[in-house]
């Protein structure tokens, strides 16, 4: 079993997830007392937070790459990064390093093309629905990307940070989400991607009318793939 370097803790709540999912998922395939071969770096969200804020994504790069370098040297045999916004400085993780990088759009673009999906909404953090480095990354898989108004967006964002990032889960910000994903089915959506690890905390399958990609139970599925591979 090779060994996942896992670039985490942005927040912790997603990356627990993300650790008891790759767990699981080994248990369920080998057997026994099998799991996965994990290298955790968990990060402090409050300094990475601060620099999204800032607006400073040079200086983020250069942490998360020296980061994904520390976990190459200590063994790691491939690097995922457990958060949808902080791949906006994947180019730097990657040129940090000579190990696989499993970017999470390229699984979430083949999972949805896989499905017969070919316009999907996207949910995430601003930084995800707004700045082009997701959607060009998807639209570069043949997908038609659609992102929430920008009243929408603010209270998506809004969730995520206010409360998801601290494990609030609420009837009330669910509902909120429903009604955004009716509004972009509405709007020629045929599935919605959760681009948000923590996004997976609050929405469920029968939330949407339409197919949800988890971002985060796509990357794990696929990381542990290549792991076992």
């Not at 994990?38 to 040079?58: N, T």
């Not at 990354?137 to 998506?156: I, Y």
């Not at 889960?169 to 681009?195: C, D, K, N, P, Q």
């Amino acid at each position: 079993m090779k060994t996942i370097g896992l670039l985490g803790g942005m927040s912790w709540e997603s990356s627990l997830e993300w650790y008891r999912r790759a767990n699981e998922l080994v248990r369920d395939r080998l057997g026994g007392f099998h799991s996965a071969r994990i290298l955790l770096d968990s990060l402090d969200f409050a300094e990475i937070e601060a620099l999204q804020a800032a607006g400073d994504w040079d200086t983020a790069g250069v942490v998360l790459a020296r980061h994904a370098a520390a976990l190459e040297g200590a063994g790691a045999d491939l690097i995922v990064l457990c958060t949808n916004t902080m791949h906006l400085v994947a180019p730097q993780i990657e040129a940090a390093i000579t190990i696989p990088f499993l970017h999470l759009a390229d699984v979430t673009a083949d999972a949805v093309r896989d499905a017969g999906v070919d316009a999907v909404g996207l949910l995430g953090t601003a930084f995800t629905m707004e700045e082009p480095f997701y959607r060009e990354r998807l639209e570069s898989h043949g997908l038609t990307v659609l992102v929430p108004d920008a009243a929408d967006r603010a209270t998506v964002h809004r969730i995520i940070y206010d409360e998801l990032v601290h494990g609030v889960v609420t009837e009330a910000s669910r509902t909120h989400y429903r009604g955004v994903i009716a509004r972009l089915v509405a709007s020629g959506a045929r599935g919605v991607i959760l681009g948000c690890t923590e996004i997976e905390l609050l929405v469920r399958p029968e939330d949407s009318p339409v197919p949800i990609f988890p971002t985060t139970a796509l990357h794990v599925t696929a990381a542990v793939d290549a792991a076992l591979a």
